[in-house]
């Protein structure tokens, strides 16, 4: 148990580093046919992470001589030099594999070097980031690199707590690292990571959630300026021109309260149980695009068609203006599904009706499954931008209609 | 056991500078690596305390009939010769050639070298002046000399300094090519042209072979102060042998690997295989210095969004006892696909300024070439064309020697004439300087 914990806990896709599950064919996220590798041992399961190198090393003769010497304590000093020349030849045409390291997912030849690149082809390998799945109950959330951007910049957390009445809470953060600045990913992760935080500590005092949303996003535009802080200690001067930046959207499920703050052009949906009902975008956008449209200077056709649409006009960072964290606060009266997401998945499901149509049926009910469903509708579309959605299913409880 | 704990060897930094970002089909990925070493040379010359001198020099005076024409040409070769000796650090072993069609030992003889200090300096200067001219030029037999002499030397540096006045013309160009092809990688070479009759090809390609520099010395007067300046050097470096290591991954194709700067050599064909995928570049010998290097690859076509390295680069020590060598310090070089065209089109700009001084020394050559043979059309515009690189990136010294060559009616369109007259030392100057480089303006 022990001495395998790590990695045979967490089999991985040979294909592309999705963690697999006992028993699968095929890797749920690629298809990898995992049959073609040899099968792993029940004992031994680390097995299938070295494949390539592991089956061959198995039978050299490396492993049954260094048992040898042990045994018998008489030759230690000779055995070694009379096997020395059978383990080298025998080690030599079994390279880098064989050692312990990953297998690169691109032309699994190669070992993956202490840089993250294949040491025969070179490829970069996936990284934690590049796709990753949270589900927790009544939340969940998934993010993904998309097909366009070489490394996925967007971050989420999700979390539940209770408030000091026993009542559930359901938290979820959504951010978006603008990529024009230096150190997005590390923008959005921190801000998410910060504001669930916040909330996590204040909602349980009894703090009013909306009051609680707008002390977390001040609170995650803080971590995001000390970024930049660190960076201008150990960097030079002219980093600060590209502080670290990211958007922020969240949700908080609580007391028969759906309450969501933002900053950028991240987004809320609410798609009713009951499909008849109307959907709506909770969230106006901080872009050019819809400051226009809000102006008046431009309609929403002419606003979305300019180049500059998705300029986004108020973000977390050490060079946003003035922070205008924006909170709203709703009371749903009917069970529904509130969409936390980034423009990489509202691209290809803008308003609101699109995005209601592109929710499964059963997602209020599956959340996970249907945030995968969501993250495969951007994907289909194109996956030009790294997508993240969190679904948090809204239940209307008898005692929370009645008291509010 | 060897002793690490010698703290001057020098510290190498290497630092890339390229746009790793590719179009969608894009193959060629360029970087610019600099090399820096620190923390060797530092002391200027003075011998640290406790570090073993490990350096020998052999000097090779041209001493062919024609260094009496006129007679100051081998009195100054003379007295430039004992400058150098006079710059000895005390310690470094040395020796001094007389080369004519055959090379003899001038001091200290018998296949030996001697250590320097105030002795054998003083023996050394004495054996000078018995120096005198006569004779042809087989340069080859020079080196190959040298060669015997520092082999013996249980050094870490060797290196050589050749001084010649003349044509190689007492043995065939294929002897000089081999001679340079035993001595290559076993000592560096600095070789200075004096007076005008000597040809720059030859003299630049000793130094290149030997990765040593390469200049004219036009006036004879002017060879102390220059022989001084190079064995300060010599006597600056600390750490010989030193490797640029390129790794490529499987399907990469390597265009080109050229040290662009402080001058350009191109090292492409000097690659020695170093294990799967991996190959060394010689660079000689390191003081406290900087260089540049551009390395040019191809690498397979990937989607958008992928991302790989290109090729690693690392500056490698041999173990000199044979055991596995030491990676002084390494930098990726990376490409990644993207759609976003304002990344993917933009130039590095240490690429674009090194991709300029290499073509700047390139059409230099060609336009010295075009001149000599009667082409002076094609001189016309391919000189224009140095002038306005030069011009442009801020290479005044070459700007000056193209002055000399040319006269420039306007500099920013390479717009030139061709001099009527012009002297031969100019001529010869700025084809052995073509190649020199400047850095990025900051």
């Not at chain 2, 000796?85 to 069609?101: E, I, K, P, Y």
């Not at chain 2, 200049?215 to 064995?231: E, K, N, S």
């Not at chain 2, 420039?408 to 700025?430: C, I, P, S, W, Y």
Request: glycine fraction near 10%.
């Amino acid at each position: 148990m022990s001495q395998n914990h790590q990695e045979t806990a967490l089999p991985r896709c040979p294909g592309c580093e999705e963690p697999l599950e006992q028993g699968d064919l095929f890797c749920g996220a690629c298809g990898y046919d995992l049959s073609a590798a040899p099968a792993p041992a029940p004992d031994r399961p680390t097995v299938a992470l070295v494949t390539p190198g592991q089956a061959p090393a198995a039978a050299a003769p490396s492993g049954v001589r260094h048992g040898g010497p042990d045994a018998a304590d008489d030759f230690e000093l000779a055995a070694p030099g009379a096997a020395a020349p059978d383990p080298r030849t025998a080690q030599e045409p079994v390279p880098a594999a064989a050692a312990g390291g990953k297998v690169c997912v691109a032309c699994r030849a190669g070992r993956v070097d202490g840089d993250g690149y294949c040491e025969n082809c070179g490829h970069a390998q996936p990284r934690e980031r590049d796709h990753m799945e949270q589900e927790l109950g009544a939340v969940a959330a998934v993010s993904d690199r998309g097909l366009r951007h070489h490394r996925n910049e967007d971050s989420f957390a999700v979390s539940t707590t209770a408030l000091p009445d026993g009542s559930a809470a359901v938290v979820a953060i959504v951010c978006d690292g603008v990529s024009s600045a230096s150190r997005p990913d590390e923008a959005s992760a921190a801000a998410a990571s910060t504001a669930n935080e916040c909330l996590l500590e204040s909602l349980p005092r009894g703090t009013h959630p909306q009051q609680a949303m707008h002390e977390a996003i001040v609170a995650a535009s803080e971590s995001v300026n000390r970024l930049a802080q660190q960076a201008g200690q150990e960097r030079d001067q002219h980093r600060h021109q590209n502080a670290p930046a990211c958007t922020l959207v969240g949700a908080v499920v609580a007391n028969g309260l759906l309450v969501v703050g933002w900053i950028g052009d991240s987004r809320v949906y609410w798609v009713p149980e009951d499909r008849s009902a109307a959907p709506a975008r909770l969230t106006e956008d901080d872009s050019w695009a819809a400051q226009m449209v809000a102006t008046g200077l431009m309609n929403e056709a002419e606003a979305y068609a300019d180049e500059r649409a998705h300029a986004i006009t108020g973000w977390l960072g050490a060079d946003a203006y003035e922070l205008e964290p924006h909170t709203a606060s709703f009371k749903p009266d009917r069970p529904g599904l509130v969409v936390v997401c980034t423009d990489g998945l509202w691209n290809y499901a803008e308003s609101a009706a699109e995005m209601a149509a592109a929710v499964p049926e059963d997602a209020y009910r599956r959340p996970l499954h249907g945030a995968q469903v969501l993250v495969g509708h951007a994907l289909d579309g194109g996956g030009h931008d790294n997508v993240t959605v969190a679904l948090l299913p809204f239940t209307v409880s008898p005692q929370g209609a009645g008291s509010a | 056991m060897a002793n690490f704990s010698k703290s001057n060897v020098p510290q190498f930094s290497v630092e890339v500078y390229q746009n790793e970002f590719l179009p969608e089909g894009g193959r060629e990925v360029n970087g610019i690596i600099t090399v820096t070493s620190t923390g060797g040379g530092t002391t200027g010359g003075v011998p640290l305390p406790g570090a073993a001198a490990g350096a020998a020099v052999v000097i090779m005076v041209d001493c062919s009939g024609s260094m009496d024409y006129p007679p100051t040409k081998m009195r100054n070769a003379r007295d430039a010769t004992a400058a150098a000796v006079d710059t000895l650090r005390d310690g470094t072993s040395f020796a001094v050639v007389a080369g004519t069609h055959v090379a003899k030992e001038v001091y200290p003889g018998n296949g030996r070298l001697a250590v320097a200090d105030s002795r054998t300096r003083a023996q050394a200067k004495e054996a000078l002046r018995r120096l005198s001219a006569g004779g042809g030029t087989a340069i080859g037999t020079w080196l190959r000399l040298a060669d015997r002499l520092l082999g013996a030397a249980d050094v870490d540096i060797r290196h050589g300094i050749l001084l010649t006045d003349g044509r190689n013309e007492h043995e065939s160009p294929e002897d000089l090519r081999a001679a340079l092809e035993v001595c290559a990688g076993r000592f560096t070479c600095d070789a200075r042209g004096v007076g005008t009759d000597w040809e720059v090809k030859e003299v630049t390609a000793i130094a290149s072979a030997l990765l040593g520099t390469a200049d004219i010395v036009a006036d004879p007067a002017g060879l102390a102060a220059d022989f001084t300046r190079m064995m300060e050097d010599a006597m600056g470096k600390e750490v010989a042998d030193v490797a640029l290591r390129l790794w490529t991954p499987v399907g990469v194709e390597i265009q080109y690997v050229k040290q662009v700067a402080p001058t350009v050599a191109d090292l492409t064909g000097r690659r020695t295989e170093a294990g799967p995928r991996a190959g060394d570049y010689p660079t000689g010998s390191w003081g406290d210095e900087s260089r540049d290097y551009h390395v040019c690859v191809r690498v397979p076509e990937a989607g958008i969004g992928q991302e790989m390295l290109a090729a690693r680069v690392s500056l490698i020590l041999p173990d000199p006892s044979g055991g596995a060598p030491q990676t002084l310090s390494q930098g990726l070089v990376r490409a990644v696909w993207t759609d976003d065209m304002v990344a993917s089109t933009s130039i590095n700009p240490q690429v674009a300024h090194y991709t300029g001084q290499a073509e700047l020394a390139q059409v230099i050559q060609q336009g010295l070439d075009a001149r000599k043979s009667g082409d002076f059309d094609g001189a016309t515009a391919k000189l224009g064309r140095a002038v306005q690189l030069a011009s442009a990136s801020g290479n005044e010294d070459t700007a000056k020697l193209l002055s000399k060559v040319v006269d420039v009616v306007d500099a920013a369109t390479g717009t030139v004439r061709l001099k009527a007259k012009v002297a031969e030392a100019d001529e010869m100057t700025l084809e052995t300087r073509s190649t020199k480089t400047v850095r990025v303006k900051k």
